[in-house]
Every structure is written in C-alpha cells, then in structure tokens.
C-alpha cells in the first residue's frame, strides 16, 4: 500500500529517535503519501521530505539542524495548507489535543498507575486536504471560481 510505510519498532529504540520525533514518524507512516502540517505549540511544522516539500512549494527556509526541517505560525495555516492543496498535495493536519499542563497532569496519574510517562502531548489527525476537500471558508475565499463540487447519485430503480 503506497499510503503506508512500515517502521520497525526496533527502529525507533535503535536510532534512539525522540518522542516527539517518533510521534511524527508514526503519523508520517500512516499517511506516507500526504504532506504532514504537524502542530508544535503556535506553529506547524514540516520534517523530513515534508520540509523539501514546503521550501519547493510555500518558499519556507529550511531550519538550522541535522534533520531537514521547515515551519510556519499558525496564523499563516489557511494560506499555507491551500498552497499545498493546490499544488496537488495531499496535506494531513496534525493538531495537539493536550496541553503541557494535561500532559504533566496525565504523566501524574501514569505514575500512580506504575506507568512510564509519555514525553510528549498527545496529537490526532484532524483534517485531510486536497484540491477536491477544500471547505474551509478562508481558503475557498481566496478562489471561489475553482472550489465547486458536485456528487452524483443513482437513483433507487
């Protein structure tokens, strides 16, 4: 299935990956064939092929570091996630549903529990882009010519 990619979980323990780093690889193995917009904090952020992604398409600067990496301020979400889209990718939004504060408070009752803790926020796929999905009022704003749908039905015989 070229949507998928399979990571060993030896993997993971044997490059010594951080939890937020792992986190995004197993969103990244899940949706292999979309482009991530991965929520940290106010940005969203690009890794990996992701990031060559963003520069060639949304003109974003790689960051600083030894993993390719590339973002922007949520302000900017609409403006870059159309871009994607309309560029013919299939853009995957990842947002935190927790914040520190729920993380810390979640790691308190795991350790009651005899848990190891998690190091990082919980995150959830919450959006699929792509030319054909674009809903969202800001981004068909922008161009309302090109943002028709139609469905077709079978009638009952």
């Known amino acids: 299935d070229p949507s998928t990619l399979h ?4 993997w993971f323990r044997d490059n010594k990956v951080p939890p937020g780093q792992e986190q995004w690889w197993r969103f990244k193995a899940a949706n292999f064939n ?3 917009l991965f929520k940290m904090g106010k940005f ?12 060639d398409v949304l ?3 790689l960051m600083k570091g030894d993993k390719p990496h590339a973002g922007f301020p949520e302000i900017r979400y609409h403006h870059m996630a159309e ?3 309309r560029a013919g990718h299939r853009v995957v939004v990842v947002e935190q549903t927790e914040t520190p504060d729920m993380l810390k ?9 005899g848990q190891k803790a998690d190091g990082v926020v919980r995150r959830e796929k919450v959006a699929v882009l792509s030319k054909g999905t674009m809903v969202d009022a800001e981004m068909v704003a922008s ?5 028709y ?9």
């Open 34 to 36: 979309s482009v991530l």
């Open 105 to 113: 408070e979640r790691n308190q009752q795991r350790k009651l529990a």
């Open 44 to 55: 969203y952020e690009m890794f990996e092929m992701d990031a060559y992604i963003g520069v």
């Open 143 to 147: 161009r309302p010519d090109a943002s």
């Open 149 to 157: 749908i139609i469905a077709v039905a079978e009638a009952p015989a």
């Open 59 to 61: 003109n974003l600067q």
């Open 7 to 10: 990571i060993p979980e030896s």
């Open 83 to 85: 871009g994607l889209a």
